[in-house]
């Protein structure tokens, strides 16, 4: 795997680096010697902010945690990661080395994680115009939903805004891998 860190307000020591590369070197079984993985450090007042995306192949994890020491964040990072994976266990083995992740993932015995099926309970088509991305906000917030999806008027795709969880907006746009 290959890591790249990133450090907002923070100067990341080596020692950091080293429990970084050693907790993550736990999921080397799981992903590809081609995986990226990004860790950003942010320091904000008296928190600091761990988070860490994986990308292989079409997967992706990520996983954010705050807290007041960065080494709690990045123990609390790599727990969700973890959990993420047990989570996806089934959709894992079709796509990666059957077997290893058996060994990897041992399910113990206060894991209430249960295999389940996606279920689609509904079905919506959307009449979409070509706008731009304040209107699309705009609009989002007068339905009062989460996400928005639209033609963007700069770009002629179809893009998606959302409401972070830190009250801000984000924008999704398509990007040919």
């Given at each position: 795997?290959?890591?790249t860190y990133t450090a907002r307000k923070v100067n990341l020591r080596d020692n950091f680096k080293e429990r970084t590369e050693k907790?993550?070197?736990k999921f080397d079984r799981i992903f590809s010697?081609?995986?990226v993985v990004n860790v950003v450090v942010t320091l904000e007042k008296n928190r600091q902010t761990v988070e860490i995306t994986i990308r292989d192949n079409s997967m992706v994890y990520r996983a954010e945690s705050?807290?007041?020491e960065m080494n709690d964040a990045l123990d609390k990072v790599c727990d969700i990661l973890m959990r993420q994976i047990r989570r996806n266990k089934t959709k894992l083995e079709k796509r990666i080395k059957s077997g290893s992740i058996d060994d990897f993932v041992i399910q113990t015995p206060d894991d209430d994680i249960v295999d389940e099926?996606?279920?689609?309970?509904?079905?919506?088509?959307v009449m979409m115009k070509p706008i731009t991305v304040?209107?699309?906000?705009?609009?989002m917030n007068m339905v009062n939903h989460s996400f928005f999806m639209f033609i963007n008027a700069e770009t002629d795709e179809v893009s998606v805004v959302y409401k972070r969880?830190?009250?801000?907006?984000?924008?999704?746009?398509p990007a040919a891998d």
């Open positions: 795997m290959k890591i907790k993550l070197s010697d081609d995986a705050t807290m007041t099926e996606y279920q689609l309970v509904r079905k919506k088509q304040d209107e699309a906000i705009l609009e969880a830190d009250g801000n907006y984000g924008l999704l746009e």
